[in-house]
């Protein structure tokens, strides 16, 4: 368990994972029905990106701050949403309009989002990032944190009492067998509750085990979104990553079609996004 995601904080994954959640968080949130979100690998919360680990790779520079440094102008407005939640999120820390000074992970992306009446429970293994996301949270009712397995937490916690749900699962692939946990884990998850809305994040360093996860999707309704660097990718570095969203929200496929390949002309020559849905 070394992974820390303050080297990774605001990178081109997190463009990509935390656009898409912003957006499928909007979309459950504007029926007037109560929501679940359970975050499995919820990660520290936020991130200091001043600070040594994310100096130290240079990913939020070439990710997040790009972005920021746009114009507002003919922006995808999911892009443009998920920006201002950032945006949101740092004024916190010191004032707006220079260089971000800390990155919300994904339980703080969510916890923007909802609702009062809406439940959130936020997961995380590693003692140390648990304690911090605990911190990042304390005094707030409406965010259970949990130092616990995520993947156990799907069988545990689905289905739930609301009937409509969003799972975020978004583990490091630091094990050689992660691929093969997660696939265990979505089919527990469809199993138990297969309306939920579930979103995965993955890396593509080698085909093999992405081709064996989709074909254990076979017949099940989902969004595919990939987002490519391109061959001027430092060799080491992760140039490729996925996020599928199985029974997608109306309207998002449309939003990501828009979102993604903006978001992908703006990392680089060479970085493209695909975008593809099943069963097509
Ligand atoms: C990619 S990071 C999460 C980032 C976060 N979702 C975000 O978007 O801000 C993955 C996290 O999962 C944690 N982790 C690893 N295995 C886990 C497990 N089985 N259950 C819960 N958390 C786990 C790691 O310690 C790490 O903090």
């Known amino acids: ?29 504007a029926k007037d029905k109560k929501l679940f979100v359970l975050d499995t690998h919820a990660g520290a919360g936020g991130y200091d990106l001043g600070g040594a680990q994310a100096r130290r790779t240079g990913e939020a520079e070439a990710g997040i701050a790009r972005l920021m440094a746009e114009s507002k102008t003919g922006m995808p407005g999911a892009v443009a949403r998920y920006l201002a939640a950032v ?15 800390r990155y919300p992970g994904s339980p703080r992306l969510a916890r923007a989002a909802l609702r009062p009446g809406d439940r959130f429970i936020a997961c995380e293994r590693h003692p140390e990032e648990a304690l911090k996301l605990k911190r990042e949270f304390a005094g707030d009712r409406a965010i259970e944190v949990r130092q616990s397995d995520g993947y156990h937490a799907v069988k545990e916690l689905l289905p739930p009492v609301e009937r409509r749900a969003l799972v975020l699962i978004d583990p490091p692939f630091e094990a050689n067998d992660e691929f093969e946990a997660l696939t265990r884990a979505v089919r527990h998850g469809l199993r138990r509750f297969a309306t939920g809305c ?7 360093k080698d085909e093999a085990p992405v081709a064996a996860f989709f074909s254990s999707l076979a017949g099940v309704k989902y969004l595919n979104m990939e987002l490519d660097l391109g061959p001027r990718t430092p060799e080491g570095k992760l140039a490729i990553c996925g996020l599928v969203v199985i029974n997608p929200p109306w309207k998002f496929e449309e939003a990501m079609r828009e979102a993604l390949p903006w978001i992908a002309g703006r990392l680089g020559p060479g970085a493209k996004a695909r975008v593809a849905a099943a069963p097509a």
Not at 12 to 28: G, I, N, P, V, Y
Not at 87 to 101: E, I, N, S, T, W
């Open 1 to 29: 368990m070394n992974y820390r995601h303050g080297y990774h904080a605001g990178n081109f994954a997190d463009l990509l994972k935390h656009t898409a959640l912003c957006e499928l968080l909007r979309l459950l949130t």
């Open 198 to 204: 579930y979103a995965i994040w993955y890396p593509i």
């Open 87 to 101: 945006q949101a999120y740092d004024r916190k820390f010191g004032p707006a309009g220079g260089p971000l000074h």
